[in-house]
């Protein structure tokens, strides 16, 4: 896919938190990047920090017990299965019971996922719209995550832009 313009050289960082509102449902938090469906304006990112809230690690009791969270470029998906061409990147965390259950807890914080070393240096979508999502299952208690994503700008010619929306897009108009 060749660029029209690099408009971007230096490093971005964003960071949005998104909270369910009901326990163990989907829900989508959009990232706003001031850029427009037709400004022909992707970004290439770097690296993405997840940090599921603190309170999540208690609800974590048994096998069945399920975190998932990710980055979209859609909030009509009903799930958020590796299946979806809209989902960009995720993270999971299951349930685990060692012994007698609830006796233990295996507490892993923020998980970064880096793209740099991929060509481009990193994954290239569309920056507008972009969703923060999370789903939780067997959980008491609502769930959040706070997520940074460190990104570059890149313009797009038309053609390569209409391409990499295509790319991204379950009906591939």
Known sequence: MATKAKTDQFPNKAIQRVTQAAINTLVFQEINFAAGVFQRIALVIHRITYTPGSGMWSDLLTGSDLFRGGITVSNGIVDLARTHPELIDQVEYVGFVSGTPASGEIVRGNVMNDFTSMPGGGILI?????????????????????????FTFKELADADYIELIQSRVQANV
């Open 126 to 150: 569309p920056a507008s719209p972009v969703y923060v999502a999370i789903y939780t299952s067997g959980f008491a208690s609502v769930a959040n995550m706070d997520v940074q994503i460190d």
